[in-house]
């Protein structure tokens, strides 16, 4: 099987399962076993992060390996239980996002019993707490039909129980795919056509490639995972968002675009200008993604962890972010792949030696 | 039920084969104006159950089965065929597209819901701006049609402006209930389709699946025009908004109930129902123990307003089932109450006779 039709495969799967923020294990097993045949270690840590290690090629002078750690997030957005008003269940967000993309939306219910489908809905005008003509109904007032009737309702579900979104991928033309969680699981796509890519190569440093917990509500995964670790250099890949409806200017890029680079106080500079000159290099399209402040992604702990650590932020471009149809380009996943996987075998042993800013050069 | 028939029938129940029949019209598409793909499925489901089977200017499926006695009782029963949706109105730039809503869908149900676009239901989204890149102050307002587009991604050239589109919504089983699109009204097409299968000898039935019911009952309007029909019956989906109040005060504009069994229409906003035909079928309920409710008289209404302004006036009568959610991308319908209005309107063939309407108005 072609490798893009191996990778589209995988994250139609791993969309096509729930891993909300602090309940990522379903999504982890997926990722675990995806990764397992390519590399010598999987470890899960005490709050859930993913560790795939490989090893690079045993040092000439008995040195350890430096280590460099690749970090996706794997959770996504959803939702919990709040209330339970007689067949109706009310919800609170996990992560955030627009209440208006709600009414219709298909979800599952974790419940202990099982999982079990609900629509999220907008009731008449009359049963809400004013009629919200011409107004979005809020999200607290947005409830979950489950279909089924309230006894059973009530010996089914808790208040606690928590529920994902249920639509499935669609495959569209030109290589794109719709669906949710796309933020961040087609990060988790390029982690893996890294891992497969370097198969066939020879690096020296030891990579982690790290599925991390929480980011979307707490940066749990990131903010802990660097001290398991110890990195000497952290990428992290995430999704940033791509022109469309709704969305332009200077926060996006074009999709199928390719990769795009972040810079920034969050991003280490050096590093910035060496990815930018290996995508002109290997002729991988990229564009630049400026970060004032803070990128909002796990490079932002990541930085900040232990006496800090040079981080380097690759972003896959996503239409409708937060939504349940979000849109991106198999190709710019395989292109993240491969860049990183080259960038990987060029890395040398004293590779840490050259990260060194402008004015000391 | 007074002089004939006064012998009770064995009611039908529901069986796997008519939720597969519905399963099956649920998924495809016919919005008004469009029902080409429902009327081949039904035109497949009563060939050779019927002796004249017409299409008409309109698109509606008018069939007709005869009598086994001289001067029959000629008996019209509507269901509308058709469903609300979009039209695909103008390209705007690669695989982008800004749509009309066909039909009553509040736009507030519509952001971030997958789509199927056109005879071969391609795949599609209707995006939303990322809540990232918004104010609190844009999602105050809502997010209307006009900002809203298709997206069926880059490199789609074969869809085309004039193409239809749904919601695209599998249809589901909720332990007691069903979940699908249009519901309303392939659930009256389901139950019509059975009722021509098992109707009556004495009765000449004149089967008329409507089109464009959605956009003004225009199907109506002319189909009662080709048979000459003595009453006519219209089955149709009504909505049962009969969830807890916000307030938990008490809920007194429910519409209809779930659980209730098949809504018998008094009045609605376009039509007095004969009520002759409502004491014959609220006596026929009750000598068969079948459940009703009589759906709250207010505004709305279904195809029985045209249809009894046709001609020199027919009697008419409304019987719908119980539904939440209608024109959603998804609706919840008790299996219960959809087999007691098949009950319900099997009984009302099987006991129908002249005399009723010899009646006093």
Redesign the interface.
Known sequence: MEEKTKIKEFLCEIISLPGISGYETPVTNAIAKAWEPFVDEVKVSKIGNLYGIKRGSPSKDGKPNKRLMLAVHMDGIGMVIAKISGELLYFAPIGGFDPRILPGQFVNIHSQKGDFPGIIVQLAPNLLSESYEGKPVPLDQLAIDTGLEEQMVKETFRVGDIISYANLPQELPTDCIAGHSLDNRASVAAVTQCLTELQHMRHSWDVFAVGTTQEETAFLGGATSPFDILPDLAIVIDVTFAKGPGADGWRTVALESGVSIGYGANLHPMLFAEIKQLCEQLDIPYTLSPQPLMSGTDADPIQITGAGVPTILLSIPLRYMHTPVEIISIKDVMRTGHLMAEFIARLSPDFTEKIVWEDEQ | MNNTNDQLIDLPVLTDEMIGLLETLSNIAGVSGNEIAVRSIIRDSITGFVDELHTDALGNLIALKKAKVEKPLKVLIAAHMDEVGFMLVEKESD??FRFKVIGGI?E??L????VQVGKKQK????????????TREE?????SVD???I??????SEIQPGEYAT???KF?R??????GKALDNRIGVATLIELIKNCPENIELIAAFTAQEEIGLRGATVAPFRYDPDVAFVIDCT?A?D??????SE?T?YKTKL?QGPAIYASDGRTMYDHRLIRYLTSLCENYAIPYQIRQPGPGGTDAGAIHLSKNGIPTASVSVPG??AH???M?VRIADWEKHFQLMTAALAHLHADILKADR
């Open positions: 695989g982008i509040d507030r149900a952001a971030g819901k997958p795949p599609g989204v209707i995006g939303a701006c990322p809540v990232h890149l918004s999602r105050e307002r809502i997010l900002t809203l587009r997206d069926t991604g880059p490199g789609t919601f695209a919504t589901i909720m332990g007691q209930s069903v979940c909505p908004n969830q807890p109040a916000w307030d938990q809920n504009h659980n939440r959610y959603t991308a998804a919840i």
